[in-house]
């Protein structure tokens, strides 16, 4: 007799939401939850993952692992150029269970240049890690992504200077303060800029 699947239960805040969940989760990537049901127009019914938010983890994250699983996802849809990004990579939205990572909550996916997705996610790395570790970090993640899909600097430029303003106005609007003090975010920031420019 088989142990019957922990899941939850999702409310999605739209019809569009609804919609873009759905579409990642029938996808069936190895790296989010399974979709048990879905219940139009808001409501899925999701395998639970007990894991937390990566950046949560005492003992820090392994960047070139996931490299290779943001890198995985964007192959799904992949085209050369654009893929369909996740658009809200935050800390909360990648969770470690102690051997892989998941990504969760897909309700803001857009089609984009994989460059879109990578500018956000180093961006919460520069407001949480030290300099050195951000530098470290950066260099595992691209060694890691680039074996998969080459990031243009090019692109990244754009999508940097794009998100920077979208990251700071999200912050403002909802009075966003990171946990931790960070007096090298502006160093980060800086590095960022200067490795695609």
Aim: hydrophobic content about 40%; proline content about 5%; charged content about 20%.
């Amino acid at each position: 007799m088989s142990t019957p699947v922990k899941t939850y239960i999702k409310t999605c805040e739209s019809t569009s939401a609804f919609a873009n969940e759905l579409k990642i989760y029938q996808l069936n990537w190895q790296h989010c939850p399974s979709l048990v049901s879905a219940t139009p127009p808001l409501t899925l019914e999701l395998g639970f993952i007990d894991a937390i938010p990566y950046l949560d983890v005492p003992e820090g994250f392994d960047a070139s692992l996931l490299g290779d699983t943001i890198a995985d996802f964007h192959l799904l849809t992949y085209d050369g150029k654009h893929s369909i990004c996740h658009n809200d990579n935050q800390p909360r939205n990648i969770l470690w269970d102690g051997q892989k990572y998941w990504l969760i909550d897909f309700s803001d996916i857009i089609s984009a240049p994989i460059e879109h997705d990578l500018s956000h996610l180093f961006l919460f790395w520069a407001e949480e890690l030290d300099a050195d570790s951000f530098a470290a970090q950066l260099r595992y993640f691209i060694h890691a992504y680039n074996k998969h899909i080459t990031i243009r600097d090019d692109v990244m430029a754009v999508s940097l200077n794009y998100n920077i303003v979208r990251f700071d106005n999200r912050r403002r609007r909802y009075s966003k303060v990171s946990p931790r003090s960070n007096p090298d975010r502006i160093c980060n920031r800086s590095l960022l800029m200067r490795m695609f420019h």
